[in-house]
């Protein structure tokens, strides 16, 4: 039985300035499934994930979550338990420590502290390294470690659904298993993720499905089995 659907966009068109970045964009994200999103450099992913977050306007298209129209609301209100992401680049503040940053992931949680709690303990039991880390500044991580802890603010704001922008890239082959491993674990938690991903084998080893963006548009949808048996040269064609 498919499960509900938890994301829906629908004929999405958004950009910068006068220009659509992307075009007519369609995608869904079950409830406990995992969807990857792939393509060139350029191809508008980020676009997509910017949108969803409400961090740029869509020019045309809808976008949902559950049952919610939430095309027309403003960031802060999509941060509050709509949809997280896991930025480009991570965006943590270095100058404060492991858990300042997980906690100002839950800024909109703040008065129930039990529920907190209960997150900061869900982020630690999926990132062991960081219960030792806590009062550690940022700026002292390790990339990989840095990339847990983007990950952990992802996850403390208990979103419906959870954005990943590339969260593999500059890692080493350990961090990179660390956070397919994680990924895995979130799905296995039941947690809904759409994930922007370059790595193929790390996209087809945590996702359900695939789409191909190429030129602002989508262009093909696999599944990881369609990938492995002959759907790799598809993939080559786009990726290059
Ligand atoms: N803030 C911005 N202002 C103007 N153009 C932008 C901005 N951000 C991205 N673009 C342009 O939009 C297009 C799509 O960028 P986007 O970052 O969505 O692609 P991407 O598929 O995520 O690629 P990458 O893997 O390189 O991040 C690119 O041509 C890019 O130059």
Known sequence: ?????????????????????????????????????????????????????????????TIRVGDRDISALPAHR????????????????LDQSVEDNLILGALHLRRDRSRVRTLLEGVYDLFPVL??????????????????VSIGRMLMSDPAVMLLDEPSVALSPVAVDIVAKALIELRRRGASLLLVEQRIDVATRVCDRLYVMSHGEIVEEMTPEAVRHGGMSILNRYLG
């Open 1 to 61: 039985m498919q499960s509900p659907v938890i994301l829906e966009v629908e004929a999405l068109s958004a950009g910068y300035g006068r220009f659509d970045v992307v075009r007519n964009v369609a995608l869904t994200v079950g409830k406990g499934e995992a969807v990857a999103l792939l393509g060139p450099n350029g191809a508008g992913k980020t676009t997509v994930l910017r949108a969803v977050m409400g961090m740029i306007k869509q020019r045309r298209g």
């Open 78 to 93: 999509i941060a509050r338990g709509f949809a997280a992401i896991a930025p480009e680049g991570r965006r943590l503040f």
């Open 131 to 148: 219960r030792g880390y806590r009062t550690r500044l940022s700026s002292f991580l390790s990339g990989g470690e840095q990339q847990m």
